[in-house]
């Protein structure tokens, strides 16, 4: 599907000029309000007028397609949308209710015990991490209460599995063609698709990269250097067509990755543009989280993005964070699967694509003692 833009004064006229020029076929994608100068040679007296983008499908058949799959999307959103209200809506009100219920290590051995408070002292909340122990735990006849199966690193590790989706290494094989990153101002999008174009060329596949970020002093510039080390192709994209151009160029990589400029979560307009752009291609969205955001926040971003559909999400800057719980949260709330954590500025080092055993000593280990589990496989 092809776009264009077309000036009228009102819809209706934009949806009579549609039929005229293009037949029933095409259909309006978004529109916004632009104010023309009444008369050229004068700096005042402007109208008000609407430019509105139009898709243009280049067969009926695809028209068909494009119209299905929009609806398929516009579901996925609403079902995220619907289920974000309600874990927020829980959140807001769980703390007050637990406080009623008395001692929630009740039933634990004295290791499960030790393990939850550890949990919970990392950030995890108290009812999840309840919840995580009991799936890695079994009663015990001769204590009279739960414990964990195994060691503790493998029980914890098989409940994660069980409760936790994680995405991952499985990325490298099974690859999509175009990875969007998106998410607020400052999470750390462009060292994160500088440091994902590196592990994808180190796993044999053939990135390039777009960006669509020509609004940060610096970030073409800072993001083109990185990509030019590792000799790749890289282009820049302003407008929804150049996109499209851009992904043309690039139709024969393995894989395309697209960095986006930061929007707030509560920008609406902005975060309509960035829509046009990613609404003409099909792409696998992932959303950038900050790891130091308390979990409200969190929550709040997912459903203010939620208007796109979110294949997964990417956990940045955990080393800033003492309390990476929020991550265990959301992931086991929204059920979004993790990719990969990012653990500092260096690139392209400090990702750590996300993996079962990192997860589980993220929750029972000190940050110095993480580095053992590195970039290990997934478990």
């Not at 069980?162 to 175009?178: D, W």
Request: charged share 30%.
């Amino acid at each position: 599907m092809r776009t264009e833009k077309i000036i009228v004064s009102s819809l209706q006229e934009a949806v009579e000029e549609l039929k005229r020029t293009y037949g029933d076929n095409a259909v309006v994608l978004s529109s916004r309000v632009v104010k023309k100068k009444r008369w050229s040679f004068l700096p005042f007296f402007k109208t008000t007028l609407l430019e509105v983008t139009v898709g243009i499908p280049e067969s009926e058949g695809e028209f068909k397609k494009e119209i299905e799959e929009r609806i398929r999307v516009y579901e996925e959103i609403e079902n995220l949308k619907k289920k974000l209200t309600q874990v927020i809506e829980n959140v807001r009100t769980q703390g007050e209710e637990h406080q009623g219920r008395g001692d929630s290590t009740e039933g634990l051995s004295l290791r499960a015990q030790r393990v939850m408070s550890r949990m919970v002292y990392r950030g995890v909340r108290k009812e999840i991490a309840r919840k995580l122990i009991e799936e890695a735990c079994g009663y015990d006849i001769e204590l009279g209460k739960l414990d964990f199966k195994e060691d503790v690193y493998p029980s914890l590790m098989e409940s994660f599995k069980k409760n936790i989706p994680i995405e991952g290494e499985r990325i490298f094989e099974n690859t999509p063609q175009i990875m969007v990153l998106i998410g607020p101002t400052g999470v750390g999008k462009t060292t994160t698709i500088a440091k994902l174009s590196y592990l994808f060329k180190r796993a044999g596949k053939r990135p390039g990269v777009i960006t669509l970020d020509s609004y940060r002093v610096g970030a073409v510039e800072q993001l083109r250097a990185f990509i030019n080390i590792m000799e790749l192709p890289f282009r820049v994209a302003d407008t929804p067509e150049e996109f499209l151009k851009a992904l043309e160029e690039m139709d024969s990589r393995d894989v395309i990755l697209v960095d986006t400029a930061g929007r707030s979560q509560h920008d609406r307009v902005r975060l309509n543009e960035l829509r046009l752009f990613l609404e003409s291609a099909q792409t696998h969205i992932y959303l950038t989280l900050s790891a130091n955001l308390s979990e409200l926040v969190m929550y709040e971003v997912i459903m203010q993005f939620g208007m796109f559909p979110i294949k997964g999400l990417i956990f940045s800057k955990l080393d800033e964070t003492s309390y990476p719980g929020n991550v265990v949260n959301v992931a086991y709330r929204t059920k979004l699967p993790i990719l990969c954590f990012t653990t500092g500025q260096t690139v392209p080092d400090d990702i750590v694509m996300a993996n079962y055993e990192y997860l589980t000593k993220l929750m029972l280990e000190e940050r110095h003692e993480l580095e053992s589990a590195g970039n290990s496989p997934e478990a």
